[in-house]
């Protein structure tokens, strides 16, 4: 064995000890739960029921020093922590398309730990269950908290003073954004500028009163405001003039249908894939016919997902990229009918 993995061990048991010491449990856990088999790192409090829990998501699936301190550190603040190792296989270095075609199956863990941190009764309250995400995981985040399987998200941005780009423009469920690299001038601004509560990292004591927070059924004061009324768009109408061939999406097909990048008119191309991102927002305020809302939500923030990949592309004027997410958008269209038609 290395000197430097020795170190290591010694490190982590060390950091074991004095969790233990400190009244809390750490260790290396595996699970298994929707198909998956997950590895991960638990810390827990010891000796009450009834606990709020919180997953990590960091921006790699690694459990890296940092987010296991975290995960202790979250112990010491009354929470169950799982953090969770997403990417054993580290396809999040890879390529674009390596990453596309792994994509389901990095969901798929952190579903199964989402799950598996839920049923940890009775120390854990399964309607207490948060989950807070780093960078590229924040994305995760928020798709967990769209799908219902956390009640809330801490989606945690490392610098540029900027706001998530994947973010519906109404919050859908309780989320708090916690941005890095900002003046306080810039952050004044975003805390003032939309629906979303914002604070400026570092931030860890509202993150904490944010978890803390009961569940919104149970909070005192006015309903959340319903989906406004005057929306006259359905979603019938969404797919025949935005999704369909004959549609918004049959239009970039047609634009990207080159055998060169300069044969495409990109700002055409770029104006009609921005109509399909922003379209989603109207389907996040619509109920579906058929099955539940949490998975109506979770197959449009894919679907948005998708489309906002096919934006990018656009906007670099990558041909061969853009016709590529063009052509993944009918499997998330596939999936959400196999559901809700």
Request: charge should be neutral.
């Amino acid at each position: 064995m290395s000197a430097g993995r020795r170190r290591g061990q010694i490190l982590l048991g060390l950091s074991i000890f004095t969790a233990a010491a400190s009244g809390q449990t750490a260790a290396f856990v595996k699970l298994q739960g929707a198909g998956a088999a997950v590895s991960g790192y638990l810390a827990k409090p010891s000796g009450r029921p009834g606990l709020p829990a919180v997953l990590l998501v960091p921006a790699i699936g690694e459990l890296r020093r940092a987010v296991l301190e975290t995960a202790r550190d979250m112990a010491a603040h009354g929470f169950v922590a799982l953090a969770v190792d997403y990417d054993p296989q580290h396809v999040l270095q890879e390529s674009e398309l390596v990453q596309s075609v792994a994509e389901e199956q990095l969901a798929l863990r952190l579903t199964a730990a989402a799950e598996w941190l839920a049923g940890q009764g009775p120390l854990v309250d399964p309607q207490r269950v948060s989950a807070i995400g780093w960078d590229g995981g924040s994305a995760r985040v928020l798709k967990l908290v769209q799908q219902g399987q956390v009640q809330a998200g801490v989606l945690i941005g490392s610098g540029g003073c900027a706001a998530p780009g994947n973010l519906p423009a109404e919050p859908v469920a309780r989320i708090l954004l916690v941005i890095g690299g900002c003046t306080p001038e810039q952050g004044q601004a975003l805390k003032a500028g939309g629906g979303y509560r914002v604070e400026l990292a570092p931030a860890w004591g509202e993150i904490y009163k944010f978890l803390n927070e009961p569940p919104v059924a149970e909070k005192a004061g006015p309903a959340a405001p319903a989906a406004p009324s005057s929306l006259v768009v359905t979603i019938r109408d969404i797919m025949r003039v935005i999704n369909s061939d004959d549609g918004v999406r049959g239009k970039v097909a047609r634009l990207l249908a080159a055998s060169s990048g300069a044969d495409v008119p990109w700002d055409q191309a770029r104006s009609h894939a921005a109509v399909l991102v922003e379209s989603c927002d109207w389907l996040l305020a619509l109920h579906p016919p058929n099955g539940s809302l949490a998975s109506w939500r979770g197959h449009v923030a894919d679907y948005r997902a998708a489309t906002q990949t096919l934006l990018k592309t656009v906007e670099q004027h990558d041909l061969p990229g853009a016709q590529r997410a063009l052509g993944r958008l009918p499997q998330y269209c596939g999936s959400c009918h196999a559901d809700h038609r």
